[in-house]
C-alpha cells in the first residue's frame, strides 16, 4: 500500500529554520517525483515544487524559488522541505504528494501544519 | 507562467443536480489536467487525470472533458458526499498550477 507520511505540526518563530519531511512507503521512491503544495488557512491550493529523488533535481513555482528548499534522501525513502528564515506568511499546512508524470499528484501524504507566531 | 481559472467559485446544488465546474488554462495544456476533491481538513484527493481519465474507485457519476484551454468536470447527480471543493491542475513537466478552487455547497 502506497502511503506518504508527514511530520507532525510544529510552531516556530519568525526568523528560525525548519525542516519538515515526508516518508514514502509501499513503492520504489526513486520512481516517482515529490511535490510540495502549500494551503493557507481557508485559502487554496498552490504548488510550490517537485524533486525528482533519483537525483535531486527540482523544479520550483517562481512564488517559491529562493524561500525554500525541496530535498530528498533516496536511502530513507524521505523528501524534505525547508525554510532557512521563516515568516508569518509561511503559516499553513504543507502537503506532499507523489507525482506521477501521466497521472498527476496521486498519493498525498496527511498534511503538515505550520504555525509562525 | 501557466494560469488556471476556475468557475464558479462557488455553486449550491441540491442532492441529485447535474453540476459542471469549468476550468480554462492561459495557454494550451494539451490534456495534461487533473482534477482533485477536498473536503475540510483532509488532503486532497485524485479524481481524474489527463483531462478525462477516472481513477480507480472514483464514482462514474464523475467526469471530466476538454482539451486545449478548456475543461469541464461534471457530477451527474449529485450526492450528499460530493459537498467539497474541487480544484484543478496542470500539471507538465516544471509545473502543475491549482485553479483557486469551486466549493459545491449544498442549496
Known amino acids: 500500500e502506497v502511503q506518504l507520511v508527514q511530520s507532525g505540526a510544529q510552531v516556530k518563530k519568525p526568523g528560525e529554520s525548519l525542516r519538515i519531511s515526508c516518508k514514502a512507503s509501499?513503492?520504489?521512491?526513486?520512481?516517482?517525483?515529490i511535490t510540495w503544495v502549500r494551503q493557507m488557512p481557508g485559502k487554496g491550493l498552490e504548488w510550490m515544487g517537485r524533486i525528482d529523488p533519483s537525483d535531486s533535481s527540482t523544479n520550483y513555482s517562481p512564488s517559491f524559488q529562493g524561500h525554500v528548499t525541496i530535498s530528498a534522501d533516496k536511502s530513507i525513502s524521505t523528501a524534505y522541505l525547508q525554510w532557512n528564515s521563516l515568516q508569518a506568511s509561511d503559516t499553513a499546512m504543507y502537503f506532499c504528494a507523489r507525482h506521477n508524470l501521466i497521472s498527476a499528484d496521486d498519493y498525498w501524504g496527511q498534511g503538515s501544519l505550520v504555525t509562525v507566531s | 507562467d501557466i494560469q488556471m481559472t476556475q468557475s464558479p467559485s462557488t455553486l449550491s446544488a441540491s442532492v441529485g443536480d447535474r453540476v459542471t465546474i469549468t476550468c480554462r488554462a492561459s495557454?494550451?495544456?494539451?490534456?495534461?489536467l487533473a482534477w482533485y476533491q477536498q473536503k475540510p481538513g483532509k488532503a486532497p484527493k485524485l479524481l481524474i487525470h489527463k483531462a478525462s481519465i477516472l481513477e480507480s474507485g472514483v464514482p462514474s457519476r464523475f467526469s471530466g472533458g476538454g482539451s486545449g484551454t478548456e475543461f469541464t468536470l461534471t457530477i451527474s447527480s449529485l450526492q450528499p458526499d460530493d459537498f467539497a471543493t474541487y480544484y484543478c491542475q496542470q500539471y507538465d513537466y516544471y509545473s502543475g498550477t491549482f485553479g483557486q478552487g469551486t466549493k459545491v455547497e449544498i442549496k
Open positions: 495557454q494550451s495544456i494539451s490534456s495534461w
Open positions: 509501499g513503492y520504489r521512491f526513486s520512481t516517482y517525483w
